[in-house]
């Protein structure tokens, strides 16, 4: 007999009953709309890194993630008087022409990973710096 449907079933249950707890804490005061969204983008940030971690492109992911850093670290080195849209704009151009200069090819997956990782990380930065 196969299992699969019953895995099935209960990944349906767990999501509905993560929705529930979700509206549940959004209602009582616990968690904010802005909690949701962080939550929901680190899951999307996990998923895309799961459909790439592939045993091939693990160094490739690594150097991605160098890459923000290091444009992240170059933006408010270089740019400290500019507003969030602007830093993320030199960071984001910085990043594509670093990962064309080590032939690193940019798809779907990796420009999420991207975008999430220099949001995240960009913001961070600047809350610590102001």
Not at 46 to 53: A, M, Q, R, V
């Amino acid at each position: 007999m196969s299992y699969g449907i019953f895995v099935i079933i209960g990944l349906v249950c767990f999501a509905i009953g993560v929705l529930i707890g979700v509206k549940l804490l959004k209602r009582k005061g616990i968690i904010t709309k802005e909690d949701v969204l962080i939550i929901a983008k680190a899951f999307d940030l996990g998923l895309n890194i799961i459909k790439e971690l592939r045993l091939e492109n693990e160094q490739r992911i690594r150097e991605i993630g160098d890459i923000v850093y290091d444009a992240i670290q170059y933006v408010i080195a270089v740019f400290d008087d500019k507003d969030f849209d602007e830093l993320y704009g030199i960071a984001l151009d910085t990043i594509v022409e670093k990962c064309a200069e080590f032939g690193i090819e940019l798809n779907d997956n990796r420009f999420n990973i991207i975008y999430t990782l220099l949001e995240f990380g960009l913001k961070k930065v600047l809350e610590i710096y102001q």
